[in-house]
């Protein structure tokens, strides 16, 4: 199975376009130890041909220019795309506003749980994916399912979408009622792929907001891990005074300290463990941190846009 990290940087992308925190500095400034990134989305294929993006980053058309494999065949029709499904973690607008990139009457499945759907279908501006060629398809937490190619052939998967804990999207908080910080709903899910002929397997978790034992047990052993990267420490935005939000407010597990993901996958043992979705702020993104360091000598990678992975 073939994945390719589209892009591994949290909503906002790094550099973060009003962000002056030094880290975005280096980035903008071509600093190649500061690689900049796009917003969080991966690609995954079985056969190399056919692909299944999840979630659709603000940049995915950027990502399409970036990775000839989602571009139409030189020899193929004068309107195809080997992007064949489309599969969403959360509403999230870093995972959902590239869907507006896929209009054009271009047929392919799009994956979610029914609470997404209803927020997709609540705002019209999605309507641009018109119906005769967009298939919108509701998973189910817990029950595996293959997904389909344009066609409705199988694209030679298998995927079982879980709830982690989690929040609702930002833009759908609502102050009035509060926000269930921490909620294991279908707002915020992760996923478990399968490539159906080897039986190999990943999971993909971009956001996440604690470990849970069931979480633990679920990933444990397992191939590939992408895991929330969001930030280094909890207050990171308050102490470098660019926001007033912890990461747990925001519905991430910070990467650094006893209670971080680090120490709560260190003994899971998970063969290849990835950081996604990560804040321009996060100190891991400059290759030259002592925090990079840290992560690579606990067996963590940091995801970078064009990163190639097989299962
Ligand atoms: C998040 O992951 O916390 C969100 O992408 C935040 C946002 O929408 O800016
Ligand atoms: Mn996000």
């Not at 906002?12 to 690689?35: E, F, I, L, M, V």
């Not at 020899?75 to 959360?90: E, F, H, K, Y």
């Not at 034992?213 to 990171?236: H, K, N, S």
């Not at 002592?290 to 690579?296: K, L, M």
Request: hydrophobic residues 45%; charged residues 20%.
């Amino acid at each position: 199975m073939h994945i390719r990290v589209l892009g591994s940087a949290a909503g906002g992308g790094y550099p973060q376009w009003n962000c002056n925190h030094p880290n975005s500095r280096r980035a903008r400034a071509g600093d190649a130890q500061a690689k900049s990134r796009t917003q969080s989305s991966i690609a995954v294929s079985a056969d190399g041909e056919r692909w299944l993006i999840c979630n659709a980053s603000p940049d995915l058309r950027q990502q399409i220019n970036d990775n000839p494999v989602l571009q139409p065949a030189a020899d193929g029709p004068l309107r195809a795309s080997p992007i064949q499904a489309v599969m969403l973690t959360n509403a999230d607008v870093d995972h959902v506003t590239g869907l507006l990139n896929l209009r054009e009457s271009q047929a392919f499945n799009l994956y979610a749980t029914g609470r997404v759907l209803e927020v997709l279908a609540a705002n019209s501006i999605f309507n641009v994916l018109n119906p005769a060629f967009v298939t919108r398809r509701s998973m189910r937490l817990g029950e595996p399912f293959a997904p389909l190619a344009a066609d409705g052939t199988p694209l030679g998967l298998s995927i079982t979408p879980f709830a982690v804990p989690g929040k609702v999207a930002l833009w759908l908080e609502d102050a009035a009622k509060g926000v269930d910080i921490g909620a294991v709903t279908e707002d915020t899910i992760a996923l478990e792929v399968r490539d159906t002929a080897s039986g190999r397997c990943f999971f993909y978790l971009p956001a996440c907001a604690r470990m849970t034992p069931e979480l633990a047990a679920r990933i444990r052993g397992a191939a590939l891990v992408f895991f929330d990267g969001t930030l280094w420490v909890d207050d990171e935005m308050v102490r470098d005074g660019v926001g007033t939000k912890t990461g747990q407010r925001m519905g991430h597990l910070s990467i650094s300290g006893e209670g971080g993901s680090i120490a709560l996958l260190r003994e899971l043992g998970i063969a290849r463990k990835v950081f996604i979705h990560i804040n321009t702020t996060n100190p891991v993104l400059l290759e030259d941190s002592p925090e990079r360091a840290e992560a690579t000598a606990a067996g963590w990678e940091v995801a970078y846009d064009g990163m190639q992975l097989e299962v």
